[in-house]
């Protein structure tokens, strides 16, 4: 008796890599295999559109766009084949190394749905993947976008958090503070208005702080802030509560240099007008338009905490602006997670800290435990998830001082 083994069953292509030489991307070969096993192919450029009309493309779910400056100069080729992926339903992953921030905006704008900078980041592309994959859900009725009153005037005033290393509570200051100001009372007046804006175009989480959705409005917005009218920028926001109004960042991970120091000053400047305040929270990186923010800045809040890191950081950000002659005195130093008012050993240590580093430490919040972690994972500030937390009340001090000290310079002025 005799049997005849049926031939072998190829797995359908799923996904492509379209480059000039994807051996020039040796880190995406690996995570590609990673992710598809064999269910992915290779393409060059020309060949791209050549294959997106037969029917094996059918298949397709994904096409990894990958780049470097050198392709540049074949624009227009990458543009095309964006159009003609997305024509056919084609998702696509953008991946460039060493790419002018105007040359990604053009291919961004062309309907990538997914950017990843080269070398790729640990897990990024399958992240990136399983983004692609999933349905959007529809934003939250609840988080609507506000209409605000064209020709308004207020030149409110900035405050900016700053993060000098990570983890050291910038994001939580500057969304308990927003808030704070935001649900301030005092008799027969009405509390400030308050605008929150996340700088950080590549990780914020304001968003995730408080339950909001990450819009395409956002990004649209920053992309042509030349043609942004009260209107547009008004979009762009959602409500918190109906109380708090913020920008959060764009729902892909951009780059920082994507956009211009004007694109940012027309951002604040608009936000001012129709603010009493306007808080920002600024990536921990020194970006072109850090400069514009700190000019612009009423005050400057560095994050720190009391370590070495954030001790060599410190240092590292006083020399980068004294060495462009910035105004390094807006800085207000805030110690994060300072020693209780009994540990004398840690209160020492903050002292030898400040003067090592001819620092001012003006604010010490204290640990406000895993209620802070809890809070930001449910999407609520501390006033609402933790009232009575020491962190909170210092933030709620903080705010209320703030006021007073601007309501005091409006009656002397």
């Not at 070969?29 to 992915?40: K, P, Q, S, V, Y």
């Not at 027969?188 to 990450?214: E, I, M, N, Y």
Request: glycine share 4%; hydrophobic share 40%.
């Amino acid at each position: 008796m005799s049997s005849v083994m049926p031939p072998p069953q190829t797995a359908p292509i799923v996904a492509c890599t379209v480059s000039r030489d994807v051996q020039n991307f040796d880190l995406l070969i690996e995570d590609m295999e990673t992710a598809l096993g064999e269910a992915w192919g290779d393409l060059g450029f020309a060949e791209a559109l050549a294959f997106f009309g037969q029917p094996e493309a059918e298949a397709l779910e994904f096409i990894a766009l990958a780049m470097d400056h050198e392709d540049e100069q074949d624009l227009v080729l990458m543009s095309e084949i964006i159009t003609q992926a997305k024509a056919r339903k084609i998702k696509v992953i953008l991946i460039a190394e060493d790419m002018t921030p105007a040359s990604l905006h053009t291919l961004l704008r062309k309907g990538a749905d997914e950017f990843i900078p080269y070398p790729l980041p640990e897990k990024e592309l399958e992240r990136a993947i399983e983004r692609i994959r999933t349905p959007e859900e529809p934003a939250k009725p609840e988080a609507s976008a506000p209409s605000l009153k064209a020709g308004t005037s207020k030149e409110g005033a900035v405050i900016v958090v700053h993060g000098l290393a990570g983890g050291t509570g910038a994001t939580t200051l500057a969304t308990n503070l927003a808030w704070e100001l935001a649900i301030l009372e005092k008799k027969g007046k009405k509390p400030p208005s308050v605008c929150l804006l996340d700088l950080d175009l590549q990780f914020g989480s304001v968003s995730t702080f408080l339950d909001l959705p990450r819009r395409e409005a956002v990004y649209e917005m920053l992309s042509d802030t030349e043609s942004m009218d009260d209107e547009t920028f008004g979009q762009s926001l959602l409500t918190f509560n109906d109380k708090l109004h913020v920008l959060t960042a764009p729902s892909d991970m951009l780059p920082l240099d994507l956009i211009s120091v004007e694109d940012i000053a027309r951002v604040i400047d608009m936000a001012r007008s129709h603010f009493d305040y306007v808080v920002v929270d600024m990536p921990s990186t020194l970006v072109q338009w850090t400069e514009t923010v700190l000019h612009a800045a009423h005050v400057y809040f560095a994050t720190i905490e009391l370590d070495m890191r954030s001790a060599q950081n410190t240092l590292r950000f006083k020399r980068a602006l004294q060495s462009e002659e910035l105004p390094a005195e807006k800085l207000r130093y805030v110690l994060n997670r300072a020693p209780k008012f009994t540990d004398l050993s840690g209160k020492g240590r903050v002292k030898r800290m400040a003067e090592s580093l001819e620092v001012a430490i003006e604010l010490s919040l204290p640990d406000g435990g895993k209620q802070i972690t809890q809070g930001a994972d449910h999407g609520l500030p501390l006033a609402s998830s933790a009232p009575k937390n020491p962190l909170r009340r210092e933030i709620a001090k903080l705010a209320a001082s703030i006021h007073e000290t601007k309501s005091d310079e409006a009656k002397a002025a």
